[in-house]
């Protein structure tokens, strides 16, 4: 089997982890798996990957928008990638992400790839320029598959493609880890440094209650276009003391071992890696109830707690109460590590192979 995944870059994302867990799998089967990225050969990988697997890094650029600039990098990627289609010919084409699913099914008109494309987030509230999501509806007729990432997420888009996209949730895995001494408690938070992770609000929600429980500490893992503005936040409410950001965590899911508590402040997701990382990492968790995913990882109250969207208020107390409360926390953690082990990776794994093999119509060996 000759498996091709195409996706914008091999940096720290959901979509990333998922590609090396499936990928990686794949690839110790014995099947031939290519992954194609637009990000430059140099740039840092943000997970491992099977040494069988080839990586064709491209370091074409995006950016630039519908400027004549954005415009030729776009078409610079189609016909780059449809180059590499023509000299593969993969038995299946799994393409990640709007953009990419767009500027994957451009480039195989034609060809007689199989293109399967999966979305990752919230299509009604992830931004850019509109053309990119009619251009999307107009080309998703011709991918021979489509994965969504939860049965919510797929009522968002019209009948004719709900009706053929699969939900496959996201596979969580945390490698071995130890906890790590340290003073005080550490509130946790992961993610890309962008208005998504809504880490502004988590800074507001901090500094609202860091007087009440002086012994705790925020940290916020990540890199983003947003950092001057969050490390603009936490001067301003004179917290550079007790709030953090150290950037990409060492080796993916090292943040966990120095954590006592875990919050997700989203505006919005597509699934939220991170909060069912955590929970499996046996943390307590805490999470804006955003469209979409927390409310299909966490059953309130039982294996983590819900907040209303974009509500600091309700998150600051939530979480002074969660830093109160030891006992709390402890049966939380014992909750949420059992709980979590439903997206176990083989499981998940199961459910890509059927894909494939409902695709090409051969059976997995």
């Not at 007790?242 to 120095?258: F, H, K, T, Y």
Request: charged share 25%; net charge positive; glycine share 10%.
């Amino acid at each position: 089997m000759r498996i091709m995944f195409v996706v914008a870059g091999l940096g720290v994302g959901g979509a990333e982890r998922v590609i090396s867990l499936i990928s990686s799998a794949w690839a110790e089967r014995g099947w031939e798996v290519t992954i194609v990225a637009f990000d430059a050969p140099e740039d840092r990988l943000g997970f491992a990957f099977d040494p069988r697997i080839r990586l064709v890094r491209l370091g074409i650029a995006s950016g630039g928008g519908l400027s004549v600039r954005g415009i030729g990098e776009t078409a610079r990627r189609i016909v780059a990638l449809r180059r590499i289609l023509r000299a593969n010919r993969a038995d299946i084409v799994l393409s990640f992400l709007t953009k990419i699913n767009v500027i994957t099914l451009l480039a195989a008109i034609g060809l007689p790839d199989r293109v399967v494309i999966s979305e990752r987030n919230n299509p009604h509230a992830q931004g850019g320029h509109p053309l990119w999501a009619k251009l999307w509806l107009k080309l998703a007729r011709r991918a021979k598959g489509i994965v969504l990432q939860t049965e919510t997420i797929r009522l968002l888009y019209p009948a004719a493609i709900a009706a053929r996209a699969k939900v496959i949730p996201n596979p969580v895995e945390v490698p071995a880890f130890e906890r790590k001494p340290h003073a005080g408690k550490v509130l946790v938070g992961a993610g890309r440094l962008e208005t998504q992770k809504g880490f502004d609000l988590l800074i507001a929600a901090f500094a609202a209650i860091a007087g009440r429980h002086e012994d705790w500490r925020l940290v916020i893992w990540g890199e983003g276009s947003k950092r001057s503005e969050l490390e603009s936040l936490v001067q301003q409410h004179r917290l550079g003391t007790r709030i953090a950001l150290p950037g990409n965590s060492p080796a993916p899911l090292s943040w966990v071992e120095d954590a006592d508590l875990f919050v997700m402040s989203s505006r919005y997701e597509g699934f939220g890696n991170v909060l069912a990382e955590a929970m499996l990492a046996g943390l307590p968790v805490v999470s804006f109830d955003c469209n979409f995913g927390p409310r299909d990882i966490v059953e309130d109250g039982v294996d983590g707690v819900l907040v209303e969207r974009e509500n600091t208020r309700a998150l600051a107390e939530t979480l002074s109460r969660l830093m109160g409360d030891p006992a709390q926390r402890a049966r939380l953690t014992r909750n949420a590590a059992q709980s979590a082990r439903r997206f176990n990776p083989a499981d998940i794994i199961a459910m890509w192979d059927d894909l494939v093999t409902e695709i090409t119509g051969e059976r997995r060996e």
